[in-house]
């Protein structure tokens, strides 16, 4: 039916977290702030979930006052009738890395956090189903179950998400198949993204159709 992403970090720029570059907040060398160089990945996991995306509404804002957004809130729209919202955040709070989904059903909910490291103490996954107390899921059982059948050690102390990107990406490789996600799957992301920045300047909603014709 329906689902909600937040999606907050640390700004990773020398000006606020002392020791961070601080390109990111130039729009030169960055392109966008907190919508285009965090939260494509969430735009990402968005189509992945929901399918194609065919309308955005955005506003933004610059509160740390660089030329690139440090808030963006987004209504997105998909094919398949499901609507969404995403509020991406760049703040002033150092160590904080955390992105949070919520998934609607007509007669369930799931509830997901998550962090850059993969067995983060903010991971959690609750499921809510019609007639059925809240279940807590063990994360780290499932977590261990998976890696053990994707080949990895299961007691590896650290991993960061984009290891399991580049372990496909590998794998595709070895196999001789289209990698996954591929191309494709990066231009969607980019259109919400797109799509979301034009919305903010005009002040209306923007189609992805539109984009594709310019």
Not at 59 to 68: A, M, N, Y
């Amino acid at each position: 039916m329906a689902y909600l992403i937040r999606d907050d970090q640390f700004w990773p720029t020398g000006s606020v977290v002392p020791g961070h570059t601080s390109w990111r907040a130039e729009r030169a060398q960055a392109g966008g702030g907190a919508l285009l160089e965090h939260s494509i990945h969430s735009c990402d996991v968005a189509c992945w979930l929901f399918g194609p995306v065919v309308r955005v509404y955005a506003t933004t804002r610059h509160v740390f006052g660089f030329d690139v957004e440090d808030v963006a809130a987004l209504t997105i729209e998909h094919d398949s009738g499901v609507v969404g919202t995403l509020v991406t955040v760049f703040n002033g709070v150092r160590d904080r890395e955390e992105r949070r989904i919520e998934i609607f059903f007509e007669r369930a909910a799931v509830e997901a956090t998550t962090d850059f490291i993969v067995g983060a103490p903010e991971d959690s996954l609750l499921l809510k189903q019609d007639g059925s107390p809240a279940e807590q899921l063990d994360v780290d059982a499932l977590r261990r179950s998976r890696f053990a059948a994707d080949g990895f050690d299961p007691n590896r102390e650290v991993f960061v998400y984009q290891y399991f990107g580049y372990a496909a990406f590998a794998a595709a490789l070895r196999r001789g198949v289209d990698p996954t996600p591929g191309i494709a799957d990066a231009v969607r992301a980019h259109e919400v993204v797109e799509a979301g920045y034009r919305s903010a300047s005009t002040k209306g909603p923007v189609t992805v159709a539109s984009l594709q014709r310019a």
